[in-house]
């Protein structure tokens, strides 16, 4: 069991450690264009769970700033703003029922259910067209990591639905993606995350 005392301290506890999770997946996602969509996904999100952030004028520019602050400024993505370089002062909105009890799929994890929470409880329109899309995909990805020798794009998208309590649904004409990328991916992580630890096991032994 994880303790609130074992775990690293936010850096802005405003919007929560499961942010602060979508964040770090976000970072070791391999392509360019997936981290681009899952940073716009999670932009949202925290639009969502912190709507005090939009009384300001320009709370989309703050939104990036405080990504970037809680992404330690390492996260290469496509920012559409200058960010600035300095500790935000800490906001205080109400408090969110953050769902902390049962997880109906595990392998999806809380910060990804409560994802899709966020998202239906936005207007209809493209823009949550887009994000229900991009979360599709995104559990298709954890349910790979989860289980790697199959998955049902059909079981998905009725997860997707029952998550959501009916509200998120997908168009007719949506095409999962392939598979193989993700279990291309995921193996190139894991690669990249091996050498890493070789090299500081390494320089540990140098010491």
Known sequence: MEYNTQREQLKIADYGRNVAKLIEQCRQLPQKEERNKM????INVMAQVNPKVKERTDYRHTLWDHL???AGYDLDVDIPYDIHHEEPAQ???NK????EGHIRYRHYGRALEDMIRAVAEMPEGEERTILTQQLANTMKRQYLQWNRDSVDDKLIEEQMEELSGGKLYLPKDFKFRDSQEYLDAMALAQAKKSASEAKKKKKKKKK
């Open 68 to 70: 970037m602050f809680m």
């Open 91 to 93: 906001m205080h909105p």
């Open 39 to 42: 940073a716009e996904t999670i």
């Open 96 to 99: 969110i029922n953050r769902n």
